[in-house]
C-alpha cells in the first residue's frame, strides 16, 4: 500500500530545504555534543601518537585490531550509496527516489572515516608518505605494488572521487534552487557550485546521461573496493581463515547488507528530525526491508561457504581457530551475538509485513545489523591473528585499550556529525528527483479502485 | 543515449482479453508437421543417446574416467534447464512487468528438470562413497552425497514441477473451457476446480510466490551439492570455497542465455512473434550482459586466490583445470562466456535488437558447456580421491564415440522434453498476460504516448 501525497513543487521546495534555512535548537546541541565526542577521538590519536602503539591492545601476534576492524567496517558502510543509487537508478526502482542522496552521502563521509583508521594504525601517520615515495631514497626501495595492501588506497581513492563527483553532479540542480533563495556570502557559494546551471532542456540531459554513467562507471569500482580489501586478508597465507576464495564476493556483499541497513537507519532519523514524513514514506522502508532479505540471505549463504570450506579440509590449525570462534569465551559469545544480530533476529522479523513498516522496530533491526556486521568484522580478522604461530607459546590475544575503544566511538560520531553538517548546507532528499516522482506518478482505474502507477520514458 | 523514445505499444496490446485467449489457445492446440518432424528427429538422437549409454554401462562404473562426458552432460542440463526455472522467479519476484510473455517459457524448464533427475541416476554409482576423502559431508556416512544429493535434486524437481502446475492453473481452466471429450477432462482434472474466485487468486499469487522463493533457496543449495560432489571433492587438493557459488552464476548466466534462445526460436518458428518483442530480449540482454560480468568476477576471485597463494597444490588445480591439461576447453569457456558476450552486449544499440542478444545467448550456452566439462571431466578422470594433494596429474581425457553420443541424446533428450511438455502447457502464461494488459498502459502526456505501468501494493 502506498501512502503518496500530492505536492506542489513550491511545498516540495520548503519542506526539503526545512533543514538548510530553518535550524531547530537541538541541532547545535546534538553537533556540539557529536563535535565533544571526535575531539576526545583526536586527543586519543594525538595521545596514541605522542606515546606510540603501545598504547593500544595491539601485541604481538595480534597487529590487527580495533581499527582495521573498524576501517572495514566503514568501507562495507560505503557501498550503500553505490547499491543504492546507483544500481536502483540503472533498473528504474521508483521506490529508490528519496534514499539516493542519504546513500551516496553516507557512502562518501563513511570512506572518509575509513581512511584516517590505516593512518590512525599506522601509529606514525606521516609513514604513510611511504606508500608513494620510496622507503629508502639512495637505493630506490619501492612500497610492493604486488600487494594488495598497496591496490587497497587507490581503489579506494578513486571510489571517493567517483562518489563524490557522482553526489555532487546530482545536487547541482538542487544547488541551483538553494542560490536563488539564498543572499549574501551564501548566495555566492552556491551560484558558484551551481555551475550556471538554469535548468534547460539541454542542461537536464546532460545531467541524466552523467548520472547514467557514472552510475555504470562507478559499479566496478564499488566492487573491486570491497574485493581488495579482502585481499589484504585473502593473499596472505599465514593465517588461518583467511586464505580463501569467497573472501571478495563474501565482503562486497556483507558491505551491502550492512550499508543498505545504515542508510535505512539514516532515512528512518532524517524522517523523524526534519518530518519528512511525505517524502521517505513506509512504502520507501518496507521496499528497503524486503531488499535486505534478499541480501542478507545472500550474504549468509557466502558466509556459509566461507565456514564450511574452512573445515572442509579438516586440517588440524584450522578446525582449532573454528573451534575457538565457535566454542571458548569470549569468541563463543560474540560468535553467537554476530549470527542473531547480523542475520537471525532482523531477517525473521523482516518477513513479518507489519514490522516492515514499523519505525521503531525497523531503526532496531537495522542497527542490530550493524552491530553484527562490526563483530563478524572483529571474528575475521582477530581470532586467526591470535593463533598464527605454529608454536602454542607465541599465541596471543588482543583486548582493546581505552584509546582504541574512544577512537572507535568517536568515528560514528565523526560520520553522524558529517551528514548533520551537510543537512545544514545541501538537501538530503534531491528536490529535482522528489518533483520527477511527483510528475511520473499516476493511477491507473481498475475496476473500483485506483491502483499507483508510474510513467516510464523507454 | 538515455532519449525519450516514444515506444508504439506492443500490438498485443489492442487485444481484449478473450481475444488474447483465443489467440493463444489456437496457437497451442495446432503443433503443425514441422514440430513433429523435429520432434521425430530429436527422439532419434535420444536413441542414438540410449546407445552410447549403453556403450558405457558395458564398461562398467568401476573406471570413473568413462563416465566424465556423461556427468558433464547431467551437470550442463543442471546448470542451464534447472536454473531457468528462476528467471521466471526471479522477475515476479521483481515485479517487472516485461517478464510476462516469458514466465510460461522459463516454468516450462522444471519438466527437463525431471528428465534429468533419470540421468543422475547412474552417476550415483559411479560417485565413490566419502570414507577417507574431503567432502561436505565430514563425519556423516560415506554414502551422504548419495543420499543428500538424490533428495536435493528430487525436491528441486518436485519443487518446479510443482511451480509449473500451479502457475498454470488459470490457463488449464481456459483450455478446459475451450476443450472438448477426452482433452477437457485431462484440463479439467488439471485446472483443479479453477472458476477464477477472489480467494483463488489470492492461494495462487501466495502459492506462487512461496514456491518460488522455495525453488530460489534450493536451487542455490543443489548447486552447491552438485558442484562440489560431483566435481571438485573428486579432486585431491581442490578446495575452493567460491566454486559453489560460481557454479550457481554459471546457472543464472546460461539460464538466461538458454530463455533468450527459445524466445527466437519462438519468434521464429510459431506465431507467438507479436507477445515476444524487442522489449524482451533488450530486458534479458542487459541481465545477460551483467551476468558475463559476474561470471567472470566469480571466476576471477577463485583464481586469483588460488594464484596468488602460490602453494604448489593450487598451482597444480590452476595447471590441470585452467592452464595444462585442460586449456582448450578453459579458454574456449573464458571466451564464450565472458569476452564474447561482454563484447557483443556493451552496445546498447546491439542489445535493443532480436539477433544481437540471440547470438550472445547462443554463444554462451556453447561456453556453458565448455566450462562445464572443464570441471567434470577432469574430476571423474582421477583415480584415487583420498590424496591430500594432486600429485599425478592425468592426462587429457578426450571423447570417444560413446561419450558424443551420450551427450548429443542428452541434450536432445532434454530438448523433446521441453517441446512435449509445451504441448500440454501453453507456452505464453496467458493469465499473466491479462494481467499484464489490465495493469499496463499507454497514455498521453503533453506531446508523446507514454507506457503507464500499475504498480499495486
Known amino acids: ?65 580495533f581499527f582495521i576492524t573498524n576501517f572495514v567496517f566503514w568501507i562495507g558502510i560505503s557501498h550503500a550509496g553505490v547499491m543504492l543509487s546507483a544500481i536502483l537508478r540503472l533498473v528504474q526502482a521508483e521506490w529508490r527516489r528519496p534514499a539516493t542522496r542519504a546513500a551516496e552521502v553516507l557512502t562518501v563521509f563513511s570512506l572518509m572515516t575509513a581512511m584516517t583508521m590505516p593512518l590512525i594504525h599506522a601509529g606514525r601517520p606521516w609513514r604513510v608518505m611511504y606508500w608513494v615515495f620510496p622507503y629508502d631514497f639512495a637505493r630506490g626501495v619501492y612500497p610492493n605494488v604486488r600487494s594488495a595492501l598497496v591496490w587497497d588506497p587507490a581503489a579506494v581513492f578513486t571510489y571517493l572521487t567517483s562518489s563524490i563527483l557522482f553526489v555532487y553532479i546530482a545536487l547541482v540542480p538542487d544547488i541551483a ?18 555551475l550556471g546551471w538554469r535548468g534547460s532542456v539541454r542542461q537536464w540531459k546532460l545531467q541524466l546521461i552523467a548520472g547514467i554513467l557514472l552510475s555504470a562507471i562507478i559499479l566496478p569500482i564499488f566492487v573491486s573496493v570491497h574485493s ?61 526491508a524486503k531488499l535486505l532479505i534478499v541480501v542478507a540471505t545472500g550474504w549468509f549463504f557466502f558466509f556459509a561457504l566461507e565456514f564450511i570450506f574452512g573445515l572442509y579440509s579438516l586440517e588440524g590449525p584450522e578446525i582449532a581457530l573454528r573451534e575457538m570462534q565457535v566454542f571458548q569465551m569470549p569468541w563463543k559469545a560474540l560468535f553467537i551475538t554476530f549470527l542473531l544480530t547480523s542475520y ?115 | 543515449m538515455h532519449e525519450l523514445h516514444h515506444p508504439a505499444p506492443p500490438s498485443y496490446w489492442g487485444m481484449t482479453a478473450q481475444e488474447l485467449t483465443q489467440d493463444v489457445l489456437q496457437r497451442h492446440e495446432s503443433a503443425g508437421r514441422q514440430f513433429w518432424t523435429v520432434a521425430a528427429v530429436l527422439g532419434g538422437l535420444f536413441g542414438l543417446g540410449v546407445i552410447g549409454f549403453i556403450l558405457l554401462l558395458s564398461e562398467g562404473f568401476d573406471d570413473r574416467n568413462v563416465w566424465g562426458y556423461y556427468a558433464t552432460t547431467f551437470a550442463y542440463i543442471f546448470i542451464v534447464a534447472q536454473s531457468a526455472v528462476l528467471i521466471s522467479v526471479a522477475l515476479r519476484m521483481a515485479k517487472a512487468h516485461w517478464r510476462r510473455p516469458l514466465a510460461r517459457i522459463s516454468e516450462l524448464f522444471a519438466v527437463v528438470g525431471l528428465f534429468n533427475f533419470f540421468l543422475l541416476v547412474p552417476l550415483l554409482w559411479v560417485l565413490p562413497v566419502t570414507d577417507g576423502r574431503r567432502s561436505i559431508w565430514f563425519n556423516w556416512p560415506g554414502h551422504s552425497p548419495h ?131 524487442v522489449d524482451q530480449f533488450w530486458s534479458l540482454s542487459k541481465l545477460l550482459l551483467a ?71 547462443g554463444i554462451v550456452l556453447v561456453g ?73 498502459r499507454m497514455r498521453r502526456f503533453m506531446k508523446i504516448q507514454i507506457k503507464v505501468l500499475a504498480k499495486p501494493e
Open chain 1, 177 to 194: 534552487v538553494l542560490r536563488d533563495r539564498t543572499t549574501g556570502w551564501r548566495h555566492v557559494l552556491y551560484s558558484v557550485l551551481s
Open chain 2, 368 to 440: 556453458t558447456f565448455f566450462n562445464a566439462m572443464r570441471f567434470y571431466v577432469p574430476a571423474y578422470s582421477i583415480e584415487d580421491s583420498s590424496l591430500h594433494a594432486l600429485d599425478v596429474v592425468p592426462p587429457f581425457n578426450a571423447p570417444g564415440v560413446a561419450d558424443i553420443l551420450v551427450i548429443i541424446g542428452g541434450l536432445a533428450g532434454a530438448v523433446l522434453t521441453y517441446m512435449l511438455a509445451s504441448r500440454i502447457f501453453p507456452i505464453i502464461s496467458m493469465w499473466e498476460m491479462k494481467e499484464g494488459l489490465i495493469l499496463q
Open chain 2, 147 to 277: 543420499i543428500w544429493d538424490t533428495i536435493g535434486l528430487g525436491l528441486l524437481v518436485v519443487c518446479g514441477l510443482a511451480l509449473l502446475f500451479f502457475a498454470s492453473v488459470p490457463d488449464m481452466a481456459a483450455v478446459r473451457d475451450h476443450a472438448s471429450g477426452r482433452r477437457q477432462n485431462i484440463y479439467r482434472f488439471m485446472a483443479m476446480q479453477w472458476t477464477g474466485m477472489p480467494h483463488q487468486w489470492r492461494k495462487l499469487n501466495a502459492g506462487v510466490s512461496l514456491l518460488g522463493a522455495f525453488y530460489f533457496m534450493l536451487l542455490v543449495v543443489v548447486h552447491m551439492l552438485i558442484s562440489v560432489d560431483f566435481a571438485m571433492s573428486l579432486v585431491p587438493g581442490w578446495k575452493d570455497a567460491i566454486f559453489p557459488a560460481f557454479h550457481a552464476i554459471s546457472g543464472f548466466h546460461s539460464a538466461v542465455a538458454i530463455i533468450i534462445v527459445t524466445m527466437a526460436i519462438l519468434r521464429w518458428k510459431t506465431g507467438f512473434k507479436k507477445y515476444l518483442e
Open chain 1, 228 to 288: 581488495i580489501v579482502s585481499w589484504d586478508f585473502g593473499s596472505a597465507m599465514s593465517v588461518e581463515g583467511w586464505h580463501s576464495t569467497v573472501f571478495a564476493p563474501y565482503f562486497v556483499i556483507g558491505a551491502v547488507h550492512s550499508g543498505v541497513s545504515a542508510v535505512v537507519t539514516v532515512m528512518i532519523i532524517l524522517r523523524w528530525m526534519f518530518k519528512w514524513e511525505n517524502y521517505i514514506r513506509m512504502e520507501h522502508i518496507d521496499a528497503l
Open chain 1, 1 to 65: 500500500m502506498q501512502e503518496r501525497v500530492r505536492l506542489t513543487d513550491a511545498q516540495i521546495n520548503r519542506d526539503l530545504l526545512r533543514s538548510i534555512f530553518e535550524t531547530p535548537k537541538w541541532y547545535f546541541l546534538l553537533v556540539g555534543f557529536l563535535g565533544i565526542i571526535v575531539l576526545l577521538g583526536f586527543a586519543a590519536a594525538g595521545y596514541m601518537i605522542n606515546r606510540g602503539l603501545g598504547v593500544t591492545g595491539l601485541n604481538r601476534p595480534v597487529f590487527w585490531g
Open chain 1, 344 to 458: 537471525v533476529i532482523p531477517v525473521s522479523m523482516w518477513l513479518v509485513p507489519k514490522v516492515r513498516r514499523n519505525i521503531p522496530l525497523m531503526i532496531f533491526t537495522t542497527i542490530l545489523v550493524n552491530i553484527g556486521m562490526w563483530i563478524e568484522r572483529f571474528i575475521i580478522i582477530v581470532p586467526g591473528l591470535a593463533r598464527k604461530q605454529n608454536f602454542t607459546f607465541t599465541w596471543g590475544g588482543y583486548t582493546p585499550s581505552l584509546v582504541e575503544i574512544t577512537i572507535v566511538t568517536a568515528t560514528f560520531a565523526l560520520v553522524t556529525m558529517l551528514v548533520l553538517l551537510f543537512a545544514k548546507v545541501f538537501p538530503l532528499i534531491p528536490l529535482g528527483d522528489a518533483k520527477e516522482g511527483m510528475i511520473l506518478h499516476d493511477e491507473i482505474k481498475i475496476g473500483k479502485v485506483m491502483v499507483p502507477a508510474v510513467m516510464r520514458e523507454e
Open chain 2, 291 to 361: 551476468l558475463s560480468l559476474l561470471w567472470f568476477y566469480f571466476w576471477w576471485s577463485g583464481f586469483f586466490t588460488y594464484w596468488y597463494g602460490r602453494q604448489p597444490a593450487e598451482i597444480s588445480i590452476l595447471k590441470f583445470l585452467m592452464f595444462e591439461t585442460y586449456n582448450i576447453p578453459f579458454y574456449l569457456a573464458f571466451v564464450l562466456s565472458f569476452i564474447t558476450p561482454f563484447v557483443i552486449l556493451m552496445w546498447n544499440i546491439v542489445r535493443k535488437t532480436i539477433w544481437g542478444p540471440t547470438l550472445a545467448a
